[in-house]
């Protein structure tokens, strides 16, 4: 199993990005999908999450700003990030909770990271 992810870069603030992470190779299923972030120097924290029904999360500072979305038939999780500021420069992993095969439990599969910088 592969994630995939794509779409960071440099923006200003208040600007926009789109990313994107699609997982490959051998799926069953998968329940939850999401993001998480990593600022330099700091830990890596969780920023949003969608499960396969749609149900969103998000952390508060980014409420309003970023939305969350997937497309199940293509296995892929999307982040769009508005009104972008300085404090959401960060490299950018997503997440999957995949099952291999049908009797056996999701495994969190995490993406190589993409970064962001929000700098003017």
């Known amino acids: 199993v592969q994630l995939q992810a794509s779409g960071g870069g440099l923006v200003q603030p208040g600007g926009s990005l789109r990313l994107s992470c699609a997982a490959s190779g051998s799926i069953f299923s998968i329940t939850s999908m999401g993001w998480f972030r990593q600022a330099p120097g700091k830990q890596r924290n969780f920023v949003t999450g969608i499960s396969n029904g749609g149900s969103t999360n998000y952390v508060d500072s980014v409420k309003g700003r970023f939305t969350i979305s997937r497309d199940n038939a293509k296995n892929t999780v999307y982040l769009q990030m508005n009104s972008l500021k300085p404090g959401d420069t960060a490299v950018y992993y997503c997440?999957?909770?995949?099952?291999?095969?049908?009797?056996?439990?999701?495994?969190?599969?995490y993406g190589q990271g993409t970064l962001v910088t929000v700098s003017s």
């Open positions: 997440y999957a909770d995949i099952a291999v095969r049908k009797d056996n439990a999701a495994s969190r599969y």
